[in-house]
Structure formats: structure tokens, C-alpha cells
Nanobody
């Protein structure tokens, strides 16, 4: 079983920064994509940033220029550097990964989620 563990959430003032990290562990053959989603109270979960094949990146329009996603393939980790945080960024942030895993000597593709980490931005 693959596990994703997030860290780095917390409470910051508007204009501040946080860096979220996510580590994947388990019977991993290869990680296809990794990304970050967030869900604010009363709202649906939305994509924040993701890495694609060749480490190409995609960002939600609301975070472009402020957030940066990075990936360390050797360590199976992904990070999200969040700068110029605003109150509207307040949400639970979830790490997501689509991974090729070993299951009884065969490879399968599965989607995994972390437990979520709270980010709160105050004025």
C-alpha cells in the first residue's frame, strides 16, 4: 500500500509564505504525476498545481506567479512553495499522486491522496 504524507501547513499572515511537502512511500515503481489540491469550507476540491510527464507544470489561474510546485524524483517527494498568501488561499491542502505500483509482481496504476494539511491565512 502506498502512503502520501503531507507536512508544512500552518497559520500565516497575509503576504507571508509557507512551503508544503509530500512524501510518497510504499511499493512504488514510478510516479506518473504529483500535485496539490485544496478544499475550502463549503467549496469543492480544486486543483492548485500539478506536475505532468517530463515535470511539466500546471497551475490554477488564481495561484500563478505566487505558487511554485517542485518535485524530487529520487526521494518521491513533491513540494509547493506558496508566496504572497492571501485569505482566500485558506483551505485544507491535499497531496495527490498517480502511481505505478507493484501488486503481487504485477504493475498497476492507482491514484492516491494524502490526509490533508490545514493552511490558514489571516489579515
Amino acid at each position: 500500500q502506498v502512503q502520501l504524507v503531507e507536512s508544512g501547513g500552518g497559520l500565516v499572515q497575509a503576504g507571508g509564505s509557507l512551503r508544503l511537502s509530500c512524501a510518497a512511500s510504499g511499493s512504488i515503481f514510478s510516479i506518473k504525476t504529483m500535485g496539490w489540491y485544496r478544499q475550502a469550507p463549503g467549496k469543492q476540491r480544486e486543483l492548485v498545481a500539478a506536475t505532468t510527464s517530463g515535470d511539466s507544470t500546471n497551475y490554477a489561474d488564481s495561484v500563478k506567479g505566487r505558487f511554485t510546485i517542485s518535485r524530487d524524483n529520487a526521494k518521491n517527494t513533491v513540494s509547493l512553495q506558496m508566496n504572497s498568501l492571501q485569505p482566500e488561499d485558506t483551505a485544507v491542502y491535499y497531496c495527490n499522486a498517480n502511481i505505478l505500483v507493484w501488486v503481487f509482481a504485477t504493475l498497476r496504476t492507482d491514484d492516491y491522496w494524502g490526509q490533508g494539511t490545514q493552511v490558514t491565512v489571516i489579515s
